[in-house]
């Protein structure tokens, strides 16, 4: 007998199977599934034999990929385009670098984001400073390095009224606007509310304190945005209040961030279509926006730069999980449920997407449908609600697609520790880019009183 004849064949229970007779549905027949066995050419079970089980992958290649393909798209039609790449989507070091050589500056939403993007050798001035959370001595670093300031609040504004009373250099500031662009519920807890006049309010504050350069205005409209018109509506409306500052005081905005919110290609949760087909393309954003500034009647010189904050849509696609098959069981109502060695604690966008789920070896034609459990003790460690997935056995491995965004920054410590990330370079290599936690991660920042160190059972 020869070796091939001699492998172990996989059992594999009988089924029955319902025959439906009749029309096909309007999205036709069913598409087989395939495996992902590679990743970038590099394949999957050799990454987790070196880097063990759950563990994130970046390609860096679809990185730069897609960030040339949203410049390609804005700077095709307008004449002034900066991106900024967002931290808070995913602030792993390496990541960050890849955009910024590129050519991205930094957005930045807390004090731990900007001291980030100061190691990783931003100019000062090229890291733009949001949110509603700035401290005393964060603001009077930011001005110290000429960072670009977003007031959100008329409380920060105050403070960076008094802080500018003793500084050496001017503040340099922009604020961030909200408004109602058709889509509910409106996102207007963050910023100056556009059709209250608020905005303007802040804005005439601004321009009678000569310790403060009103240098842009900025807007953030809404996350996972299905319709490009509403970045049309937002824009114009900015561009009113940089018009009527020009109006009223002869001075030009240097530039329009109209902030992020691009939709990835991934499906959301109770989706009637695939997210491939119902999220725009960089093209419909970048049609929409820069037609409504150009054609709003600047003149060439006070055309404003236009500086973009796309997070999620930038790194979505270029984000895998790799994981592994812990066990299968049939739940109380029959249906069969996966077990996986990963959760939400670290694939947190599994509340609102319906992650691609795919086999990572070649696998029997059958297919049921099944939960995918997560190994966490709550029942709300869901991957999939319900899915159609090629029988897996225990220690088969899989791929969960389109998970850069958010989950490396919103993961956390619960039950298991986070694991490895490594990044897949254009030449194919791979590197460690973090390190897996180890219970010294956790234990090494607890402190313990005398009194407790002892105990006798």
């Known amino acids: 007998m020869t070796a091939e004849s001699k492998a172990k064949v996989r059992y594999e229970r009988p089924i029955i199977r319902k025959m439906n007779s009749g029309l096909m549905n309007k999205f036709g027949t069913r598409t087989e599934y395939a495996p992902t066995s590679h990743i970038d050419s590099v394949p999957v079970k050799r990454i987790i034999q070196e880097y063990g089980s759950p563990c994130?992958?970046?390609?860096?290649?679809?990185?730069?990929?897609?960030?040339?393909?949203?410049?390609?798209?804005?700077?095709?039609?307008?004449?002034?385009?900066?991106?900024?790449?967002?931290?808070?989507?995913?602030?792993?070091?390496?990541?960050?670098?890849?955009?910024?050589?590129?050519?991205?500056?930094?957005?930045?939403?807390?004090?731990?984001?900007?001291?980030?993007?100061?190691?990783?050798?931003?100019?000062?001035?090229?890291?733009?400073?949001?949110?509603?959370?700035?401290?005393?001595?964060?603001?009077?670093?930011?001005?110290?390095?000429?960072s670009l300031i977003h007031i959100d609040h008329f409380d920060e504004l105050y403070d960076l009224i008094e802080i500018t009373e003793t500084s050496k250099k001017k503040a340099k500031v922009a604020i961030r606007v909200n408004m109602d662009v058709g889509v509910y519920p409106l996102w207007d807890r963050f910023g100056f509310n556009y059709e209250s006049y608020?905005?303007?309010?802040?804005?005439?504050?601004?321009?009678?304190?000569?310790?403060?350069?009103?240098?842009?205005?900025?807007?953030?409209?809404?996350?996972?945005?299905?319709?490009?018109?509403?970045?049309?509506?937002?824009?114009?409306?900015?561009?009113?209040?940089?018009?009527?500052?020009?109006?009223?005081?002869?001075?030009?905005?240097q530039y329009l961030d109209l902030g992020g919110g691009f939709a990835s290609t991934n499906t959301l949760r109770g989706s009637y279509l695939p997210g491939s087909d119902s999220s725009p393309g960089f093209d419909d954003y970048a049609e929409a926006i820069t037609s409504t500034i150009l054609n709003?009647?600047?003149?060439?010189?006070?055309?404003?730069?236009?500086?973009?904050?796309?997070?999620?849509?930038?790194?979505?696609?270029?984000?895998?999980?790799?994981?592994?098959?812990?066990?299968?069981?049939?739940?109380?109502?029959?249906?069969?449920?996966?077990?996986?060695?990963?959760?939400?604690?670290?694939?947190?966008?599994?509340?609102?997407?319906?992650?691609?789920?795919?086999?990572?070896?070649?696998?029997?034609?059958?297919?049921?449908?099944?939960?995918?459990?997560g190994p966490l003790c709550m029942n709300i460690d869901k991957i999939r609600e319900s899915v159609s997935l090629p029988l897996l056995s225990r220690g088969d491995h899989v791929v969960v697609h389109k998970v850069g965004a958010y989950n490396m920054t919103q993961w956390m410590q619960f039950i298991a520790m986070r694991p490895n990330v490594v990044m897949i370079d254009a030449k194919g290599e791979v590197h460690k880019i973090r390190e897996r936690e180890t219970i010294d991660t956790l234990t090494g920042l607890e402190l313990k009183p005398d009194h407790l160190k002892t105990f006798k059972l």
């Not at 990929?65 to 900066?82: C, E, I, N």
């Not at 790194?315 to 739940?331: E, H, I, M, P, S």
């Open 56 to 146: 994130f992958v970046i390609s860096e290649r679809t990185l730069r990929k897609t960030y040339q393909s949203a410049l390609r798209a804005f700077k095709t039609r307008y004449p002034k385009v900066q991106f900024a790449w967002s931290y808070k989507t995913n602030y792993i070091d390496a990541v960050c670098n890849v955009f910024h050589q590129e050519g991205s500056w930094a957005e930045v939403v807390s004090g731990f984001e900007y001291e980030k993007a100061i190691r990783n050798g931003v100019p000062g001035n090229k890291i733009i400073f949001n949110g509603p959370d700035k401290s005393t001595d964060e603001l009077k670093r930011a001005i110290e390095n000429e």
């Open 198 to 253: 608020q905005a303007w309010q802040a804005i005439v504050k601004i321009m009678n304190c000569d310790r403060m350069e009103l240098v842009g205005l900025h807007c953030h409209i809404g996350t996972f945005m299905l319709t490009s018109n509403a970045y049309s509506v937002a824009a114009s409306k900015l561009c009113d209040l940089a018009y009527n500052i020009k109006l009223k005081w002869n001075k030009s905005i």
């Open 296 to 373: 709003f009647g600047f003149k060439q010189e006070d055309l404003p730069l236009l500086i973009l904050e796309t997070g999620r849509a930038m790194v979505d696609d270029a984000g895998y999980l790799l994981g592994t098959v812990l066990a299968n069981k049939r739940l109380s109502d029959g249906r069969r449920a996966t077990i996986m060695d990963f959760g939400v604690n670290i694939l947190f966008t599994a509340f609102w997407y319906e992650h691609k789920i795919s086999p990572a070896q070649e696998f029997t034609h059958h297919t049921e449908e099944m939960v995918v459990y």
